[in-house]
């Protein structure tokens, strides 16, 4: 097929607006089949019945673009350029998307009109025509959509980069990828590392190029160990051995005091309320007797003792305890002693 001027009839239809609306991740693939299509059946010589039948898919997409029938226009030359990878039908494909309106799909298939021309035209001239025109009406397409590249810094094999929630393919980072005009959320996302997030707001015809890279990743720090417990004096232990040493001692004197009081209560009977007991047969009674109150006055020293002791231990518990804040906090114990006529005893809480 010979090479085709561009068409620069300006009174051309547009398709409706509601083409324009096609999925940005058709725009990101698009071009890669494409491409993989002139690269690959470029290579391999067609039968003359596909030269035939592209030919007249051609010329009949001819009629209906001239028509302005783009979108049935459209299939004929993609029919065509299926059955021979050719340039000049390649290039209809691209004509056809810019008059429906669909500029990112029109802008990466004309890119791949370029490399396809410039590659097949080191052997065959006549397509240096359709890589020139290709290189002016995409010039013509990117004033009417934005361009962004971005530049992942990153070496991580797992790294993902969405833009306005699309997944963009490796293959075409840092490469010109074409958007509408308008806001642009570009993020990645590293493993171990927090999301990163670049927005811009692009108009028609901008060019920008976005960096980005990883956050360092977040390094978790241990909590600081608790502060040691300050250990206090055994107050209150030592307190409680004092209180117990005076507790044993008041008994020893109330059972002493009590034999004692009723020894010598019999030997006033026996021996009678005045007098002295003369008679040798008591002396047992009587030796008994002051061993008893003997008893009783070392318990009552020993008991005085170990309570007046034990009471300077438990004012040092007392005023050294902390303060508790917490109505959970654990209880100290707390021991008091009780001393009347006949009875010694302790009360508190443990």
Same mark, same amino acid.
């Given at each position: 097929m010979r090479p085709l001027p561009r068409r620069t009839d300006s009174t051309c239809s547009r398709a409706p607006r509601a083409i324009r609306a096609a999925a940005l991740v058709l725009a990101l693939s698009g071009s890669f089949a494409v491409s993989a299509t002139y690269a690959t059946e470029a290579s391999a010589q067609p039968a003359p019945g596909d030269v035939k039948n592209a030919t007249a898919s051609f010329q009949e997409g001819k009629k209906l673009f001239d028509a302005k029938k783009f979108p049935q226009a459209l299939e004929l030359f993609k029919k065509s350029y299926g059955l021979v990878a050719s340039p000049n039908s390649h290039i209809y494909i691209a004509r056809c998307q810019n008059e429906m309106g669909q500029y990112k799909e029109a802008f990466s298939t004309f890119k791949d009109v370029i490399a396809e021309a410039e590659m097949r035209s *080191?052997?065959?001239? *006549?397509?240096?025509?359709?890589?020139?025109?290709? *290189? =002016?009406?995409?010039?013509?397409?990117?004033?009417k959509i934005g361009i962004v590249t971005i530049n992942v810094r990153t070496d991580s094999q797992a790294a993902v980069v969405k833009m306005n929630n699309v997944l963009v393919p490796k293959e075409q980072w840092s490469k010109e990828i074409?958007?509408? !005009? /308008? !806001?642009?959320?570009?993020?990645?996302?590293?493993?171990?590392?927090?999301?990163?997030?670049? @927005?811009?707001? $692009?108009?028609? /015809?901008? @060019?920008?190029?976005?960096?980005?890279?990883?956050?360092?990743?977040?390094?978790?720090? !241990?909590?600081? !160990?608790p502060p040691p417990k300050k250990s206090r004096p055994p107050y209150l232990p030592v307190g409680i051995a004092f209180a117990g040493v005076g507790v044993v001692g008041m008994a020893m004197f109330a059972a002493g005091g009590a034999l004692a009081s009723?020894?010598?209560?019999? $030997?006033? =009977?026996?021996? /009678?309320e005045n007098g002295p007991?003369?008679?040798?047969?008591h002396n047992d009674e009587i030796d008994k007797g002051k061993t008893q109150q003997l008893v009783a006055n070392i318990g009552l020293g020993i008991g005085a003792v170990g309570l007046a002791a034990s009471v300077p231990f438990f004012i040092l518990a007392a005023t050294s305890k902390p303060k508790q804040s917490d109505s959970h906090a654990a209880i100290e114990p707390e021991v008091g002693v009780d001393l009347s006529p006949g009875y010694v005893g302790l009360h508190g809480t443990f």
């Open positions: *080191k052997a065959e001239p *006549k397509y240096v025509p359709t890589r020139d025109s290709a *290189k =002016t009406e995409l010039a013509e397409v990117s004033n074409p958007v509408d !005009p /308008g !806001p642009l959320d570009v993020t990645l996302e590293v493993p171990g590392s927090e999301k990163a997030e670049q @927005r811009a707001t $692009l108009v028609k /015809g901008q @060019r920008q190029t976005i960096d980005i890279t990883p956050p360092l990743a977040t390094v978790v720090q !241990p909590p600081p !160990p009723g020894t010598f209560s019999d $030997l006033k =009977t026996a021996c /009678g007991c003369t008679d040798s047969s």
